[in-house]
């Protein structure tokens, strides 16, 4: 499951993880191997086709005042009307015998605030850690100057991070002082939103986003962005789906800084996918074995859980994932033939968004923007802090 990495500059064409207006990012990208499945005829994605349009006022600028308190929207895949549930009700849409996967990763927080020796202020975005290098981290520095290899950021009292070198793009490559990255992130780290959830300083919904940003069952730290989908699950609920006979396993996919990034190009066959780090483990390749033995359904929570499982079948002949851990730029698109996954407890994406690509696949395009406009006229929160959707 190698890929061929690339690296691009990409254009400001939309809001970047730094918010509209900031300069662009450059990440590992790679033109995916996975397509459209070979035999099958479908229009080409067009840009305008990832389009539609939203009232900003009904961007989430916050989670639902209890987690599980959120609205979904289910989707039948082929045919028949979209009923208005709630999330509460996810037991009466499962079926025993069903497997529900979730994504265990863990946001970083990895978002800081230090400052240049000229007193200047530099955000900081801790990515990963660089391999090869012990204790340096790629990271994303935004500053009203120009940082230079070798300087000082201070972040706290004998605290600091350490500018080793340029890395890829407009990525740098950091070694904290005084501190691991794991110390500096626990203490002056706050949550990475999304640039389209607003937070000014001092703002007291921080501390609220420290556990609603983050999913009940969060395990393995290295995500730069939330698996929003399973931000809408509680204990009680997945206690319950127990009780009712649904399994559910786990798949770790971080999610990277990559899933802001829009597409720019007017095909989406030329669009280069950003690289995550996901593992599989055994278990749920068994979990996955044993819902299709007792003919029960995959379902996918989340666009992350779709790519680890379909990435790890895709060299697969009889359609089971294999378990182990690799990257992935799979690009899933309407063609694609869904290897593992039956069913999506998704949220409402962004246009432009290979997210959204990724649920045309699920239901066709015409069906999702038909269930979007639906969502819209009944006031549904859209994004990272909105409502669901389940398309079964």
Do not use: C
Not at 112 to 138: I, M, N
Not at 160 to 171: H, M, S
Not at 228 to 241: C, E, I, K, P, V
């Amino acid at each position: 499951m190698g890929v061929v990495k690339r690296t691009r500059r990409t254009t400001a064409a939309g809001p970047n993880f730094w918010g509209s207006g900031q300069s662009s990012v450059t990440l590992a990208l790679h033109r995916s191997p996975f397509r459209k499945d070979p035999g099958v005829t479908v229009p080409r994605v067009r840009l305008e086709d990832l389009e539609y349009d939203l009232p900003p006022a009904l961007i989430a600028q916050e989670p639902p005042a209890r987690r599980g308190d959120s609205r979904l929207l289910v989707l039948p895949r082929s045919e028949g009307p979209v009923r208005h549930q709630g999330i509460a009700d996810l037991g009466t849409l499962l079926s025993p015998g069903d497997l529900l996967v979730v994504n265990d990763t863990r946001v970083l927080a990895a978002r800081l605030d230090a400052r240049r020796e000229t007193g200047g202020r530099v955000e900081v975005l801790f990515l990963e850690p660089v391999p090869g290098l012990e204790g340096v981290w790629s990271a994303l520095l935004k500053a009203g100057g120009r940082p230079q290899p070798g300087e000082r950021l201070e972040v706290g009292l004998d605290v600091g991070i350490r500018l080793v070198a340029r890395g890829a793009g407009a990525t740098w490559h950091v070694r904290p002082e005084g501190a691991t990255a794991a110390e500096l992130m626990a203490t002056y780290g706050r949550m990475p939103l999304p640039p389209y959830i607003e937070r000014k300083a001092g703002d007291e919904r921080a501390t609220l986003d420290e556990r609603r940003y983050q999913t009940v069952y969060a395990a393995t730290e290295g995500a730069v962005a939330a698996p929003t989908a399973g931000l809408h699950l509680t204990d009680a609920m997945l206690a319950s789906l127990r009780e009712l006979g649904v399994e559910i396993a786990t798949v770790t996919l971080h999610v990277g800084l990559g899933t802001f990034e829009p597409v720019r190009v007017d095909d989406l066959d030329e669009h280069d996918m950003h690289v995550e780090r996901f593992e599989l483990p055994a278990a749920t390749v068994e979990a996955v074995r044993r819902a299709r033995a007792r003919g029960g359904r995959v379902v996918a929570v989340g666009t992350t859980s779709v790519r680890a499982l379909e990435a790890a079948a895709a060299d697969s002949s009889d359609d089971l994932p294999r378990a182990g851990a690799s990257t992935t730029g799979l690009l899933i698109q309407p063609g694609y033939r869904f290897r593992v996954v039956n069913s999506l407890l998704t949220n409402f994406h962004l246009p432009r968004s290979t997210l959204l690509a990724l649920v045309f696949a699920f239901a066709t395009r015409a069906r999702v923007l038909d269930a979007y406009a639906e969502a819209i006229r009944s006031g549904y929160r859209f994004y990272s802090y909105g409502d669901a959707m389940l398309l079964l």
